[in-house]
């Protein structure tokens, strides 16, 4: 079992770029989640899904989008990437009934 | 909404026996968790409390009082690789709220 995979691990944006991170689990989890952190803070939540096609909104989701098409991929868009978005971003998943969340290495992101 | 607080730093010495408490404010409780994370790291599950008491496992036991909305997490024997940062965090449900984080710092 990989766990929950993310990709990239770094990646450096421009003001005004788009991009995707990509989140992949193969545990079967229903509940996947993207946070993110920055320095010496807390997870914020962005967005969440408890299954493939439901998605909902977290604390902070603005300039942020997500789908879920499918139970294994969690993908979160970055519409027009801002220096306000520099942070590490986490995925993360767990199974409905189970109070344990697994925890993908994060993704590093600056924009310049 | 949720809201936790917890302390930002804590130091103590190796051997040592450490408390980090939480107290949380929410609108829908399933239970409290612990996560820790070592710098660069991801967080790892440590403990969770759905019911009011005690839950040891090995060095770490962490504690819930639903009534009076706190929790702690107990460090025993404390060893320098307990040098990281522990999170609590509120289970709503379909939702993980995390804490701000409390930095511990283990000296030898």
């Known amino acids: 079992n990989a766990g929950v995979t993310q990709t990239p691990k770094f990646q450096v944006l421009k003001t005004g770029q788009s991009m995707t991170l990509q989140c992949a689990q193969d545990m079967n989890h229903e509940y996947m989640s993207w946070y993110r952190q920055d320095p010496g803070m807390g997870l914020r939540l962005i967005h969440y899904s408890v299954g493939a096609g439901i998605t909902d909104q977290g604390e902070v989701p603005n300039g942020y989008n997500v789908s879920r098409s499918t139970t294994e991929d969690f993908p979160l868009r970055l519409l027009s990437a801002a220096p306000s978005q520099t942070s590490v971003y986490f995925c993360a998943s767990r199974d409905k009934e189970e109070p344990v969340q697994y925890f993908g290495a994060g993704t590093r992101l600056s924009v310049l | 909404g949720q809201s936790l607080e917890q302390p930002s730093e804590v130091t103590a010495v190796e051997g040592a026996i450490v408390q980090i408490n939480c107290t949380y404010q929410t609108s829908g409780f399933y239970g409290l968790s612990w996560y820790q994370q070592h710098d660069g790291g991801a967080p790892t599950f440590l403990s969770y409390n759905a019911l009011d008491g005690l839950e040891e496992t090995g060095r770490f036991s962490s504690f819930l009082s639903r009534s009076d909305s706190y929790g702690y997490l107990l460090l025993q024997e404390l060893q320098m690789k307990d040098s990281a940062s522990y999170f609590c965090?509120?289970?709503?449900?379909?939702?993980?709220?995390f804490g701000g984080g409390t930095r511990l710092m283990v000296k030898p």
């Open positions: 965090a509120v289970n709503a449900g379909n939702m993980l709220t």
